[in-house]
């Protein structure tokens, strides 16, 4: 199985600032990494997928790069709807794996 | 607007079964490729089944195969999940999504429904 180590675990920042989150494969999955957001009481959003490319609906402020093994994920300019929590998935093979999450707190 | 909802959750017993369902709409469900995602409390997301569009191809996580089995209704725009010989480590949120059809990532998410598995 594909393991995704995502780090840091939980992250505090304030509105306004940028914030970034790695996600780091076990093996090379090339670009099929996608990123989600997750808020309670909320449906887990699809933010991006292959990589870097943002998902209809994502605003800007979020990006995604990367390839193979290491992957991260930019927030610039945080907003208040932006504090949550955030998945890495890949899907370039199954069993589908995701990291284990970064909760992403107002300091 | 695409919504799914499960429903089927509940408390069971461990080695005892539950058939959890999610209704699909808003889009048109036999086109698309679907699969259970599960989070333990406190934990984060595990996928546990996908089924093709046309229900010709399964895959599981091989903790569950042989003892869960993912199906779908196109005609009701239903997607099941038979979980059989439950084990208490599956106390969880289980949540339907759409799976994209070339790559497999997952598009839209429903809520979730509780599975409690306890004596």
């Known amino acids: 199985d594909v393991q995704m180590t995502q780090s840091p675990s939980y992250l505090a920042a304030s509105p306004g600032e940028s914030v970034s989150i790695s996600c780091k494969a076990s093996?090379?999955?090339?670009?099929?990494l996608a990123w989600y957001q997750e808020k309670p009481g909320k449906a887990n959003k699809l933010l991006i997928h292959?990589?870097?490319t943002l998902q209809s609906g994502t605003p800007s402020r979020f990006s995604g790069s990367g390839s193979g093994t290491d992957f991260t994920l930019t927030i610039r300019s945080l907003e208040f709807e932006d504090f949550a929590v955030y998945y890495c998935?890949?899907?370039?093979?199954?069993?589908?794996?995701f990291g284990s999450g970064t909760k992403l707190e107002i300091k | 607007e695409v919504q799914l909802v499960e429903s089927g959750g509940g408390l069971v017993q461990p080695g005892r079964s539950l058939k959890l369902s999610c209704a699909a709409s808003?889009?048109?469900?036999?086109?698309?490729?679907m699969a259970w995602v599960r989070q333990a409390p406190k934990k984060g997301l595990e996928w546990v089944a996908t089924?093709?569009?046309?229900?010709?191809?399964?895959y599981y996580r091989d903790s569950v195969k042989g003892r869960f089995t993912i199906s779908r209704d196109n005609a009701k725009s239903t997607l099941y999940l038979q979980m059989d010989s439950l084990r208490s480590e599956e106390t969880a949120t289980y949540y339907c999504?759409?799976?994209?059809?070339?790559?497999?990532?997952?598009?839209?998410w429903g809520q979730g429904t509780l599975v409690t598995v306890s004596s």
């Open positions: 999504a759409t799976q994209d059809w070339a790559f497999n990532w997952f598009a839209y």
């Open positions: 808003g889009f048109t469900f036999s086109d698309y490729n």
């Open positions: 089924i093709i569009y046309d229900g010709s191809r399964t």
């Open positions: 093996k090379s999955i090339s670009n099929n």
């Open positions: 292959s990589g870097s």
């Open positions: 998935q890949q899907y370039n093979e199954y069993p589908l794996t």
